[in-house]
């Protein structure tokens, strides 16, 4: 009983606030926090990392910004720490952080970090070069460099006894002469008692102490202290080179830079770099040398590996295991070093790899080896957190959101209303993630957003995924160009269907490659490539019977980008050609139901650019998007709204159109349309990337999307963010729709890339009403205009009633085509109306009104759907065109459990006094409000009855005219002024019939 007087005094303090559609909605996928919030760690960015061993992992790098000069706000600074779980930990706090790229990150047993890298300040203290910051992420103080390093810090090497060895590029440390290596004290001041003399020529940019105290150098010299040294030196522990060790004469090193130094046991060490030779042999990248720097032939890379296939980068030895871990952006390996055998890696195509990286992986860009044997892994644009056998471990999802947006990208909504994301455009080395939950190529999230571990991994390798559709319970048609899926080997199809719950393929083959499918209500499927337009059979094959349709004027020249289903089973298609099966369409044909080109849609000069996507209203009308601006010669700024003879509807009116180029776009069920792209404005209107219009063109001022989308870029708009875009829409089934596109928000609220829109409220109306006008008696009606009277559009709009949703509802003309009991009167107005205010509407729809007085939705069967509009208490009320319109007496609750309305019942209490006129037991709207202005006059100003008049001609009154009329009072088709069935007797009646200066007031605050 609480429980419900509370969800009652909710229902009173909400009701008559309308959920807007462009709202954002929260509630998907929450802990997205966008704002750029480590947007993407792609390589160029990440420079460093290093796992601690309480499992969090430093990341260094720096932020360039990108093409678009986004700026991560946690980034921006060059260091960051995670989580163990992948989120930025809020405790490591360097507030503006480093002021240039960080190289290199080094971990003090007291828990303090060395941090070197190219920058001169932290957090405006200036720290050229090297920096120590305590555990917490503040600059060390007692740590003093002076003026640092005249150049950048690659390693860093710590002694046992504190003091700290640099490697780099630079030739002074706090001003003193210092050539590319230098030994500092535990204080940061300059250890006089380590000098190597002329040092190096060129940059080192790897050390490693050995046990004796002696450092192995690395890089890319080729001299030490004047002495030939090429890319390999051993320096003593003074710093005086070690004329020993690769001696240049007998052992001549490797042929190719050193990258990493890793320290064996008894004197051995990892050498690992770009050679292909180490003294004068033919060498694997990754070399064990013994004490004197002899190569170890014990050891043991792997006979498939060549230093052409792998480059190694960095290395990790693992002494307890005898396990070299090595990596490159090429490829990582783990190998025993005995046997030969690849434990992991490229060449053996294991499991894990299959499994994990499905031949996306391209490469690792950096790596840190963690505690236990795991690994982290920065590869593509996000870090990956691998368990010690290489599997991938899901518990470290670090990012937010989408944390990339490919070259291309598409989305669909499987046969649960879950999104699926694809990368479009190639596999290789590009891959799919989602809030740091790895993905090769196509992600699947559960309908709230969340990430949905089930989905199959799927990798693609030289494939483009150009679309991809729900294909009937736990299916998915995923179309483009594959010569490889993995795991599951080649399979050279361009379509395939993907068994979501066991991740079973079915290849499909239609021919060549397919751009774009469109699923039938019949079943079949229509498909575009390149080559020709096809069909499926209801079970995937091609329907050999469908005609062919070729795009032209030759399949290099022909890209479709959009199908649409036309009544009757044909088709739209639209994309960039100019002629199909040899006739003139410029960038849109449409197909008959058996194929080949319909003669009867002639666009005759058609688009002047690419037409993107295509929408097809009920009543056959269709609106398309694109690059284009003319339609047959005439304006159609990147919008146009055409018949179904190919005409430009000349009621469609954008106004200036819309602002650079529109991608994608959706039919909410009322009729408006839905538009995304990278759109600034419409009709001189900012939208920012996203914007709902009526079915006449102009905007729908209902639909409330505050700011719009927006990019997280101040480096580039002076710290304001900038416009976003979206590059493609799904509406699930409540009216949600998902967008897709390049963001950090919406209206203000964080999200990368992937946002949800829409409150999903909806209320169903059970109502009927009689109208007087075609009133037969026993409660029911004529329905005496119908086809082809009766307009597809509704008619409020043009009429100029106030529109609060709504307002582009459009039916099928079968829709009129039904009889009996069903047949359609007409159009009907409904209101919702605030309960606490009733002269304030709140939500509108327009339906159909049945001859048995039932009012329904645009399919002429439904109940009447207020799409963004919450549960709650309303006032309703009807309207109609030429009568009176009336309203419950009270609110009533309305929810997605309709409650029966009757206003033609006289038990039905009703605002105002004699709202509604009574025939028996039957109630109906007054007849006679011609200039619908809420009140029946006679005679007088604004009166009813002359317009009736001037409709015939004005000066016989015998005359009549035909059509859909407001002066057609009775609405039988035909207005007439005297005679039988006359349209101006119902007014003089309900005034009253005999003092014509009587007015009958519409009862409506």
Same mark, same amino acid.
């Given at each position: 009983m609480i429980t419900r007087t509370l969800f009652i005094a909710f229902v009173l303090a909400t009701s008559g606030s309308r959920a807007q559609d462009g709202t954002f909605d929260p509630t998907f996928n929450p802990t997205d926090q966008g704002m750029a919030r480590f947007d993407g760690v792609d390589e160029s960015q990440i420079h460093c990392m290093l796992a601690q061993p309480d499992g969090k992992l430093l990341v260094g790098g720096w932020h360039d910004g990108g093409a678009l000069a986004i700026e991560d706000p946690l980034f921006r600074g060059g260091i960051l720490r995670l989580n163990a779980d992948g989120s930025p930990d809020a405790g490591f706090a360097v507030g503006t952080g480093f002021d240039g790229p960080v190289e290199v990150i080094v971990l003090q047993p007291d828990g303090k970090i060395l941090v070197g890298g190219a920058f001169l300040n932290f957090n405006g203290t200036p720290r050229k070069g090297i920096a120590r910051l305590n555990a917490t992420g503040t600059l060390d103080a007692s740590f003093n460099v002076g003026t640092g390093t005249g150049g950048t810090v690659f390693e860093i090497a710590p002694q046992a006894d504190g003091r700290i060895l640099l490697g780099g590029n630079f030739t002074t440390y706090n001003a003193l002469p210092a050539n590319r290596i230098v030994r500092l004290l535990s204080d940061g001041s300059y250890d006089p008692s380590f000098s190597a003399g002329l040092g190096f020529n060129d940059n080192v940019v790897a050390l490693s102490l050995q046990v004796d105290g002696k450092v192995l150098a690395g890089g890319s010299f080729t001299m030490v202290h004047g002495i030939p040294k090429n890319y390999l030196a051993r320096l003593n522990a003074d710093g005086s080179p070690d004329l020993v060790f690769n001696d240049n004469t007998v052992q001549t090193g490797p042929n190719g830079a050193v990258t990493d130094i890793a320290t064996g046991t008894a004197g051995t060490a990892f050498i690992a770099g770009v050679f292909t030779q180490f003294n004068g042999a033919i060498s694997k990248p990754v070399v064990k040398v013994d004490g004197n720097g002899a190569p170890v032939s014990a050891f043991n890379m792997g006979e498939s590996e060549t230093a052409l296939t792998f480059h190694a980068e960095r290395v990790h030895y693992d002494q307890p295991t005898n396990v070299l871990t090595a990596w490159s952006y090429a490829d990582l390996r783990k190998v025993d070093g005995s046997t030969g055998g690849t434990l992991h890696g490229w060449s053996s195509f294991n499991e894990w790899y299959y499994q994990l990286y499905c031949w996306s992986l391209g490469g690792v860009a950096k790596a840190s080896v963690a505690p236990g044997g795991g690994m982290f892994v920065a590869v593509g644009n996000s870090i990956l957190r691998l368990n010690s056998d290489l599997s991938h471990d899901g518990l470290f999802r670090p990012g937010s959101g989408l944390p990339d947006l490919? @070259?291309?990208?598409?989305?669909?909504?499987?046969?649960?209303?879950?999104?699926?994301?694809?990368?479009?455009?190639?596999?290789?080395?590009?891959?799919?993630?989602?809030?740091?939950?790895?993905?090769?190529?196509?992600?699947?999230?559960?309908y709230d957003g969340a990430y949905n571990a089930g989905f199959p991994k799927k990798g693609y390798n030289h494939g483009i995924i150009r679309d991809i559709k729900a294909y009937g319970i736990d299916t998915l048609l995923v179309s483009g160009e594959f010569t490889f899926v993995c795991p599951d080997g080649g399979i050279g199809a361009p379509m395939f269907l993907l068994k979501a719950s066991t991740g079973s393929l079915t290849p499909v083959y239609p021919g060549a490659d397919v751009h774009e499918v469109l699923r039938m209500t019949s079943g079949h499927t229509i498909y575009a490539g390149q080559t020709q337009v096809g069909r499926l059979l209801p079970d995937a094959i091609v329907d050999a019977a469908y005609l062919t349709t070729v795009l032209g004027p030759t399949p290099s020249e022909a890209i479709p980008q959009c199908l649409a289903a036309a009544p009757d089973?044909?088709?739209?298609?639209?994309?960039?050609?100019?002629?199909?099966?040899?006739?003139?369409?410029?960038?849109?044909?449409?197909?008959?139901?058996?194929?080949?080109?319909?003669?009867?849609?002639? =666009?005759?000069?058609?688009?002047?650019?690419?037409?993107?996507? *295509?929408?097809?209203?009920?009543?056959?009308?269709?609106?398309? $998007?694109?690059?284009?601006?003319?339609?047959?010669?005439?304006?159609?700024?990147?919008?146009?709204?055409?018949?179904?003879?190919? @005409?430009?509807?000349?009621?469609?009116?954008?106004?200036?159109? $819309?602002?650079?180029? =529109?991608?994608?776009?959706?039919?909410?069920?009322?009729?408006?349309?839905? $538009?995304?792209?990278? $759109?600034?404005?419409?009709?001189?209107?900012?939208?920012?990337?996203?914007?709902?219009?009526?079915?006449?063109?102009? *905007?729908?001022?209902?639909?409330?999307?505050?700011?719009?989308?927006?990019?997280?870029? =101040?480096?580039?708009?002076?710290?304001?963010?900038?416009?976003?875009?979206?590059?493609?829409?799904?509406?699930?089934?409540?009216?949600?729709?998902?967008?897709?596109?390049?963001?950090?928000?919406y209206d203000g609220n964080g999200r990368n890339r992937v946002a949800r829109i829409g409150s999903g409220a909806s209320v169903l109306l059970m109502a009927r009403v009689l109208l007087e006008g075609p009133y037969a008696g026993n409660g029911g009606m004529t329905a005496s205009l119908g086809a082809p009277l009766i307009p597809l559009q509704e008619p409020y709009s043009a009429l100029g009633y106030p529109r609060f949703g709504g307002g582009s509802e459009s039916i099928s003309p079968a829709v009129l085509l039904q009889q009996g009991p069903q047949a359609v009167v007409d159009w009907i107005r409904v209101e919702l109306r605030n309960s606490n205010d009733p002269s304030e509407i709140v939500a509108t729809r327009s339906g159909l009104l049945l001859a048995n007085g039932s009012i329904v939705d645009t399919d002429g069967q439904s109940m009447l759907r207020f799409w963004g509009t919450p549960e709650g208490l309303y006032y309703v009320a009807v309207?109609?065109?030429?009568?009176?319109?009336?309203?419950?007496?009270?609110?009533?609750?309305?929810?997605?459990?309709?409650?029966?309305?009757?206003?033609?019942?006289?038990?039905?209490?009703?605002?105002?006094?004699?709202?509604?006129?009574?025939?028996?037991?039957?109630?109906?709207?007054?007849?006679?409000?011609?200039?619908?202005?809420?009140?029946?006059?006679?005679?007088?100003?604004?009166?009813?009855?002359?317009?009736?008049?001037?409709?015939?001609?004005?000066?016989? =009154?015998?005359?009549?005219?035909?059509?859909?009329?407001?002066?057609?009072?009775?609405?039988?088709?035909?207005?007439?002024?005297?005679?039988?069935?006359?349209?101006?007797?119902? *007014?003089?009646?309900?005034?009253?019939?005999?003092?014509?200066?009587?007015v009958r007031q519409e009862q409506l605050p």
């Amino acid at each position: 009983m609480i429980t419900r007087t509370l969800f009652i005094a909710f229902v009173l303090a909400t009701s008559g606030s309308r959920a807007q559609d462009g709202t954002f909605d929260p509630t998907f996928n929450p802990t997205d926090q966008g704002m750029a919030r480590f947007d993407g760690v792609d390589e160029s960015q990440i420079h460093c990392m290093l796992a601690q061993p309480d499992g969090k992992l430093l990341v260094g790098g720096w932020h360039d910004g990108g093409a678009l000069a986004i700026e991560d706000p946690l980034f921006r600074g060059g260091i960051l720490r995670l989580n163990a779980d992948g989120s930025p930990d809020a405790g490591f706090a360097v507030g503006t952080g480093f002021d240039g790229p960080v190289e290199v990150i080094v971990l003090q047993p007291d828990g303090k970090i060395l941090v070197g890298g190219a920058f001169l300040n932290f957090n405006g203290t200036p720290r050229k070069g090297i920096a120590r910051l305590n555990a917490t992420g503040t600059l060390d103080a007692s740590f003093n460099v002076g003026t640092g390093t005249g150049g950048t810090v690659f390693e860093i090497a710590p002694q046992a006894d504190g003091r700290i060895l640099l490697g780099g590029n630079f030739t002074t440390y706090n001003a003193l002469p210092a050539n590319r290596i230098v030994r500092l004290l535990s204080d940061g001041s300059y250890d006089p008692s380590f000098s190597a003399g002329l040092g190096f020529n060129d940059n080192v940019v790897a050390l490693s102490l050995q046990v004796d105290g002696k450092v192995l150098a690395g890089g890319s010299f080729t001299m030490v202290h004047g002495i030939p040294k090429n890319y390999l030196a051993r320096l003593n522990a003074d710093g005086s080179p070690d004329l020993v060790f690769n001696d240049n004469t007998v052992q001549t090193g490797p042929n190719g830079a050193v990258t990493d130094i890793a320290t064996g046991t008894a004197g051995t060490a990892f050498i690992a770099g770009v050679f292909t030779q180490f003294n004068g042999a033919i060498s694997k990248p990754v070399v064990k040398v013994d004490g004197n720097g002899a190569p170890v032939s014990a050891f043991n890379m792997g006979e498939s590996e060549t230093a052409l296939t792998f480059h190694a980068e960095r290395v990790h030895y693992d002494q307890p295991t005898n396990v070299l871990t090595a990596w490159s952006y090429a490829d990582l390996r783990k190998v025993d070093g005995s046997t030969g055998g690849t434990l992991h890696g490229w060449s053996s195509f294991n499991e894990w790899y299959y499994q994990l990286y499905c031949w996306s992986l391209g490469g690792v860009a950096k790596a840190s080896v963690a505690p236990g044997g795991g690994m982290f892994v920065a590869v593509g644009n996000s870090i990956l957190r691998l368990n010690s056998d290489l599997s991938h471990d899901g518990l470290f999802r670090p990012g937010s959101g989408l944390p990339d947006l490919p @070259s291309g990208v598409c989305m669909a909504l499987d046969d649960l209303g879950r999104p699926v994301i694809g990368h479009r455009n190639g596999a290789w080395p590009g891959f799919t993630a989602f809030n740091g939950a790895f993905h090769p190529n196509l992600v699947g999230l559960e309908y709230d957003g969340a990430y949905n571990a089930g989905f199959p991994k799927k990798g693609y390798n030289h494939g483009i995924i150009r679309d991809i559709k729900a294909y009937g319970i736990d299916t998915l048609l995923v179309s483009g160009e594959f010569t490889f899926v993995c795991p599951d080997g080649g399979i050279g199809a361009p379509m395939f269907l993907l068994k979501a719950s066991t991740g079973s393929l079915t290849p499909v083959y239609p021919g060549a490659d397919v751009h774009e499918v469109l699923r039938m209500t019949s079943g079949h499927t229509i498909y575009a490539g390149q080559t020709q337009v096809g069909r499926l059979l209801p079970d995937a094959i091609v329907d050999a019977a469908y005609l062919t349709t070729v795009l032209g004027p030759t399949p290099s020249e022909a890209i479709p980008q959009c199908l649409a289903a036309a009544p009757d089973g044909k088709a739209y298609v639209g994309g960039d050609f100019t002629m199909a099966n040899g006739l003139t369409r410029n960038r849109i044909v449409r197909v008959l139901a058996n194929g080949g080109v319909d003669p009867s849609f002639d =666009p005759l000069a058609g688009f002047d650019n690419d037409v993107r996507e *295509i929408i097809v209203n009920p009543d056959g009308s269709i609106v398309c $998007i694109g690059d284009f601006t003319t339609y047959r010669g005439s304006p159609a700024p990147h919008i146009a709204k055409l018949l179904p003879d190919a @005409s430009m509807d000349p009621s469609f009116d954008p106004g200036t159109g $819309i602002a650079n180029t =529109p991608m994608c776009m959706l039919r909410y069920p009322d009729g408006r349309i839905l $538009i995304g792209g990278a $759109i600034p404005m419409y009709d001189g209107n900012v939208v920012n990337g996203i914007v709902c219009i009526n079915a006449d063109g102009s *905007i729908d001022e209902t639909f409330d999307q505050g700011e719009g989308f927006r990019l997280n870029n =101040p480096t580039i708009n002076g710290g304001t963010p900038g416009g976003g875009w979206v590059v493609d829409m799904e509406m699930q089934p409540d009216g949600k729709v998902v967008c897709l596109g390049e963001f950090h928000m919406y209206d203000g609220n964080g999200r990368n890339r992937v946002a949800r829109i829409g409150s999903g409220a909806s209320v169903l109306l059970m109502a009927r009403v009689l109208l007087e006008g075609p009133y037969a008696g026993n409660g029911g009606m004529t329905a005496s205009l119908g086809a082809p009277l009766i307009p597809l559009q509704e008619p409020y709009s043009a009429l100029g009633y106030p529109r609060f949703g709504g307002g582009s509802e459009s039916i099928s003309p079968a829709v009129l085509l039904q009889q009996g009991p069903q047949a359609v009167v007409d159009w009907i107005r409904v209101e919702l109306r605030n309960s606490n205010d009733p002269s304030e509407i709140v939500a509108t729809r327009s339906g159909l009104l049945l001859a048995n007085g039932s009012i329904v939705d645009t399919d002429g069967q439904s109940m009447l759907r207020f799409w963004g509009t919450p549960e709650g208490l309303y006032y309703v009320a009807v309207r109609y065109r030429n009568h009176l319109g009336a309203m419950t007496a009270t609110p009533t609750y309305l929810g997605i459990s309709p409650f029966q309305l009757d206003f033609g019942s006289t038990f039905l209490p009703l605002y105002g006094t004699d709202a509604m006129k009574v025939d028996g037991n039957d109630r109906m709207l007054w007849a006679g409000d011609v200039d619908h202005d809420g009140s029946l006059r006679y005679i007088g100003q604004d009166n009813d009855r002359d317009p009736i008049l001037v409709a015939i001609g004005g000066s016989v =009154p015998t005359s009549t005219v035909s059509g859909y009329k407001l002066e057609d009072v009775n609405l039988d088709g035909v207005v007439r002024y005297i005679g039988q069935d006359n349209d101006r007797d119902p *007014i003089l009646v309900n005034i009253g019939g005999s003092v014509p200066t009587n007015v009958r007031q519409e009862q409506l605050p």
